[in-house]
């Protein structure tokens, strides 16, 4: 949905502020290696590159604006996702760390109430805003609620129940990734 707010905050000049991937991984304190990981290990479908770069000729010009903080998991794992479509597809990719920038944010809280990350918020050439994609796809909700059921249920220690959990989570990340593409191009192709 665009709004009056969303023209007035986030606005050609604003966008320009913005990092680039190169940039935002130059200001990196925590994860770098395993943002650069993610990015560089990310192989994207032909017809997926296909699908984006369609899309970003059909509207002319995307700007994405990609908001997150480098210590967050969900973060780690998506960011390199989008910059990696920008970069295969022709979008304008900047990221915005969140905690320097809470009136974008504000904009796109999760259920209205979380300042959940990472976000991704597509504009075209006059900064119309075209969708928005937050933090993590629909199966990784489902799996950690079924997670932390699992968890409960093993009477494990906090210890191991921490390690055991983040074993799965890791070993679920390839999945996660290939979704959020495919909840990307699901959600350009209702705008296209």
């Known amino acids: 949905m665009v709004t009056d707010t969303t023209a007035q905050v986030v606005t050609p000049e604003r966008f320009a502020k913005g990092l680039t991937w190169q940039q935002y991984l130059d200001e990196i304190k925590t994860n ?15 017809a997926d590159v296909e699908f984006f770069k369609k899309f970003v000729a059909k509207k002319g ?14 973060v780690v794992r998506g960011i390199p996702v989008i910059a990696k479509i920008a970069h295969a597809s022709g979008m304008d990719f900047k990221v915005f760390p969140r905690d320097v920038n809470l009136d974008i944010m504000e904009l796109y809280l999760w259920r209205r109430e979380h300042q959940s990350i990472p976000v991704f918020v ?7 805003e075209l969708g928005t994609w937050i933090e993590r796809p629909a199966v990784a909700y489902k799996f950690m609620s079924e997670l932390t059921e699992q968890m ?21 990340q390839e999945l996660w990734k290939k979704e959020t593409v495919r909840e990307l191009k699901e959600l350009l192709y209702r705008v296209m």
């Open 122 to 128: 597509f504009f075209n050439k006059e900064f119309k």
């Open 61 to 74: 010009e995307v700007h994405v604006v990609a908001l997150g903080e480098d210590w967050c998991p969900d």
């Open 152 to 172: 409960e249920k093993m009477n494990l220690s906090e210890e191991e129940s921490r390690a055991e959990a983040r074993k799965r989570r890791q070993e679920a």
């Open 32 to 46: 770098k290696e395993m943002f650069m990981k993610n990015y560089e290990e990310l192989k994207l479908d032909p």
